[in-house]
């Protein structure tokens, strides 16, 4: 059995986590459905899309969830100024926590005042009503010296959180199909050897297991997106990782009869 000294307690683990709803053939049924998850589960926040967060925070009130909007999801390619009125609109309807995507096609073009207009203007929208940012650089798209560049704009101005993906930057492969690679471990070392520690670091795309997360967490990440939420913390609990342990977890705790809170 895993010992509190060496391993963070499963709530710990739940704590790391945005639970992502942002497939876009998701119905409001199935939003629901997971947004009930994320409380059960007690994570971090749910991710919704900006339509939804009235309904994600109506069905999150009175837990220890919090609401995250994306913002120019997936491709970072709106406005600024359309992204500073969704950040706005989506904190006065109930969001904490705002996922921006930076626009690639300037970040590879280098055109790094852009960029910092861009990112300040939707941090300072954030800081000024009670949210936190987090960067979306999608990865699959740069260079390490763009990653670079990133990581550097990103802590000159401050942005709580960089973030890897999108988990749907999909790029053109030789043979014609998409794909991608989302939270690479070259990808994260970089990224946190190049911020400060008061930058942390979201690692989405590719998440997918507890092994996945806790080697994440191994280097440095402190926030993942995750699909896998409840399989991930179920696993933690069957492996017999301390607790405290979620509440809404407590059938599982009594079908591997694990002592909550110790």
Known sequence: MPKSSTYSSVLDLAKMIDHSLLNPAMTDLQLDAGCAVAARCDVAT?????????????????????????????????????????????????????????????????????????IKAVNDACVAHGAILKVIFENDYLQDSHILQMCKICSDLGVAFVKTSTGYGFVKQPNGDFNYRGATDAHLKLMRANCPAHVQIKAAGGVRSLDDLLKVRSLGVTRIGATATEAMLTDAVKRGFPGPIPAGMDSIRKVYSVTPGY
């Open 46 to 118: 749910v991710c919704v899309k900006p339509y939804y967060v009235p309904r994600a925070f109506e069905l999150l009130q009175g837990t220890n969830v919090a609401v995250c909007s994306v913002i120019g999801f997936p491709h970072g390619n709106s406005h600024t100024s359309i992204k500073v009125l969704e950040t706005e609109l989506a904190i006065r309807e109930g969001a904490r926590e705002i996922d921006m995507v930076a626009n690639a096609g300037r970040v590879l073009g280098s055109d790094l005042a852009y960029i910092v207009g861009d």
